[in-house]
C-alpha cells in the first residue's frame, strides 16, 4: 500500500513508530517471558495473601509477567488504566509516571501508545477501590506498534463496543475478527476440542490414524467434481481429493482392522452457509463390522463429545433443545418419505418417480436417475424437519455404488445418513467388498456419467484389483466436522466455524450465506 492510500489514522501511527524508533526503543522486540495469563491471575488472586497494604504484613505480592494487546486507555495525568487482552481474556492495568523510566510514561505511553498495540508488562495483583482486580504495572515494553488501528467505535467502563458485524470484513480480516470477537475465539477453541475428543475416543478402540494422498491420479469415494491440477514432472493431470475412502479401504484390504482419517477433502461445488468446497471429514473404516455396528459407534460417540463439550447430552441449538442421548430414531429413507408426504416410491420407475417429484414441486432434469431423484425427494420434503439426531437408513442402490447390498430388501443398500437441526452429519455403509458386484456398479456410474452426470464416480482399476485380493466385511463412516462443529456451537453458517473459508475475490460482490450451492452436491456426502 502506497503512502498516499493509507488513511489518517495510519500515517499518525507510522509518525509514532519513527518517533519511538528515534528514542532508541525496538518497536518489534524478540520474545518476552510470560509467567501469567489474564485468568491465571483472576483464579489466583486472594485479598487475604496478595492484596498490599500499607501494614507491615500487608500480604505477599503476587508478582506476574504477561503480555497482550492494549484494548482501552484511559490517561489521568500522572497515572492511567488501560485495558489488556491476552490469548485468555482481558484484565486491567494501572501505571504510574514514577514507576516507569524518566520520560517514558509522558512521552511513549501517553502519546506514543495506541489501542491495538501489544505490550509486556510486569507487575503486581491487586484490588482497586471499585473492587476489580487489575495488575500494577513496575515495567512495561512495547511487543508490536499496530500502524492499522481496530475498528473500535467507542469505549465506556472499560467494555468495548466495534463496528465489525459485516459478516463479508469478519471473514476476510478473520484476524481482526478474533481481536474483538471473544465469541469467535471460542466457537474455533471449541471446535479444536471436538477434533481431539474424536480423536480419543477413536484411539481408545483401538483404530489406527493414517493420513492418504491428497493429490491422487484418480478422484473417487463419493459423488462430487473435483479439483483438477498437472504434474509437470510427470506430465499428468492430478486431483484434489473429494473423500478418503478407496484409500482407507485398501489399508483393510492390507490388514488393518480399523483405522481413520481426519483430513481436509476438496470438493468443487458451490459456496453456501453448509458449503465450503475445502472441508474437513472424520473417515472411519473398521473390519469385520456392519452399518447397524456403525450406528451404535456413532451413537456414542457423538453423545461422548457433547457430553465432553457442553457437559450433558441436551444442548440448545437455535430455538431448538436437541438431545442427544441414546438411542436414536432409526427409518428407512422410504418410510421417511412416505410418513411426511404420502407417497410410497419403493419399486417405481424413473418417469414415476419424476411425476411424483413434479407433484411436490421438486424439479427435476434428464441427467437424474432414479436415486437422485429419490434423494432429491428426502432433501426437499423430510430432510429440515429432522431435528433431534436420525438415522435415515437403506437407501437406493442407485445412490451409494459402494455400499453392500441389503441383506433382505432388493434394490436397498446397507447404508444410514445421520440428520440433526435439518441437516447431515455423516454419511456410512455396509462396505461392498464383491469385486464383482463393485465393477458393475463403477460401470453404471460411467453409464450416468455419460448421460450428463458430472458427479458421478469414474472406473478405479486399482481399487477394485484391492478388493480382488479379497477385503473382509467392513463397516465405513465419513462424519463431517464442519457440520458437527456449526451443529454443537450453535453457529448457522460453515464460514463460522472454519478460521479462512473461501471466498470471492474483494472486487466482486460481498459474500452471500444465502446461495444455493452448484448441483446437487452434499459436502458431506
Known amino acids: 500500500m502506497s503512502e498516499a492510500q493509507r488513511s489518517e489514522q495510519e500515517l499518525r501511527r507510522l509518525e509514532e513508530l519513527e ?21 491465571d491471575v483472576l483464579a489466583e488472586f486472594d485479598d487475604s495473601v496478595h492484596q498490599p497494604s500499607d501494614d507491615e504484613d500487608g500480604g505477599t505480592p503476587l508478582r506476574v509477567s504477561m503480555a497482550g494487546r492494549v484494548m482501552t486507555k484511559r490517561v489521568m495525568g500522572k497515572a492511567s488504566f488501560f485495558h489488556f487482552q491476552d490469548a485468555a481474556g482481558r484484565i486491567q492495568a494501572y501505571v504510574k509516571r514514577d514507576d516507569l ?83 469467535v475465539r471460542e466457537v474455533f477453541v471449541q ?25 491422487q491420479p484418480l478422484y473417487g469415494g463419493a459423488s462430487a467434481r473435483p479439483f483438477t491440477t498437472h504434474h ?20 483393510i484390504v492390507g490388514g488393518f482392522e480399523g483405522v481413520y482419517e481426519i483430513a481436509k477433502d476438496f470438493r468443487n461445488e458451490g459456496l453456501s452457509r453448509f458449503h465450503n468446497p475445502e472441508f474437513t471429514m472424520m473417515e472411519l473404516y473398521v473390519a469385520y463390522k456392519d452399518y447397524r455396528w456403525m450406528m ?86 423430510v430432510e429440515p424437519k429432522l431435528i433431534q439426531p436420525t438415522f435415515i437408513t437403506d437407501y437406493p442402490i442407485e445412490l451409494s455404488p459402494l455400499a453392500k447390498k441389503h441383506r433382505s430388501e432388493a434394490g436397498l443398500v446397507e447404508r444410514f445418513e445421520a440428520i440433526c437441526n435439518g441437516k447431515e452429519l455423516c454419511n456410512a455403509f455396509s462396505e461392498l467388498n464383491d469385486p464383482r458386484d463393485q465393477r458393475r456398479r463403477l ?62 475475490p474483494e472486487a466482486d460482490d460481498p459474500v452471500d450465506d444465502e446461495a444455493d450451492p452448484v448441483g446437487d452436491t452434499t459436502a458431506e456426502d
Open 19 to 39: 518517533a519511538i524508533e528515534s528514542r532508541g526503543v525496538n518497536a518489534y522486540p524478540y520474545a518476552w517471558e510470560v509467567s501469567h495469563h489474564s485468568t
Open 101 to 183: 523510566p524518566e520520560g517514558f510514561y509522558n512521552e511513549v505511553f501517553k502519546k506514543l501508545l495506541d489501542i491495538g498495540d501489544i505490550v509486556g508488562i510486569e507487575g503486581f495483583a491487586f484490588r482497586t477501590r471499585t473492587g476489580e482486580i487489575s495488575i500494577h504495572v513496575e515495567r512495561l515494553e512495547l511487543l508490536a506498534k499496530a500502524i492499522r488501528p481496530l475498528p473500535i467505535e467507542k469505549e465506556t467502563e472499560g467494555r468495548v463496543f466495534n463496528e465489525v458485524s459485516d459478516k463479508e470484513f469478519r471473514y476476510r480480516q478473520r484476524y481482526v475478527d478474533l481481536i474483538l470477537h471473544d465469541r
Open 191 to 215: 471446535r479444536a476440542r471436538i477434533i481431539s475428543s474424536m480423536r480419543s475416543f477413536l484411539d481408545k478402540r483401538g483404530y489406527i490414524e493414517v493420513e492418504t494422498p491428497v493429490l
Open 232 to 251: 509437470n514432472a510427470l506430465d499428468s493431470t492430478l486431483y484434489l481429493r473429494i473423500a478418503d475412502e478407496l484409500y482407507l479401504k485398501r489399508l
Open 296 to 381: 451404535d459407534l456413532v451413537e456414542e460417540m457423538v453423545a461422548s463429545i457433547v457430553v465432553e463439550l457442553h457437559g450433558q447430552t441436551d444442548i440448545q441449538v437455535g430455538e431448538q433443545t436437541i438431545s442427544f442421548a441414546r438411542p436414536w430414531k432409526r427409518i428407512p429413507i422410504f418410510d421417511a418419505i412416505e410418513s411426511e408426504t404420502g407417497k410410497q416410491l419403493r419399486g417405481l420407475d424413473r418417469d414415476a418417480l419424476a411425476a411424483a417429484a413434479d407433484s411436490l414441486g421438486i424439479e427435476v432434469d434428464g441427467s437424474m436417475g432414479s436415486g437422485k431423484i429419490i434423494d432429491e425427494i428426502f432433501g426437499e420434503c
Open 443 to 504: 460401470e453404471d456410474q460411467t453409464r450416468l456419467r455419460a448421460g450428463g452426470d458430472d458427479e458421478a464416480m469414474p472406473i478405479d482399476e486399482d481399487y477394485i484389483r484391492a478388493l480382488e485380493y479379497g477385503m473382509p466385511p467392513t463397516a465405513g463412516l465419513g462424519m463431517g466436522i464442519d457440520r458437527l462443529t456449526m451443529l454443537l456451537t450453535n453457529q448457522q453458517s460453515i464460514r463460522d466455524v472454519i478460521l479462512f473459508p473461501l471466498l470471492k
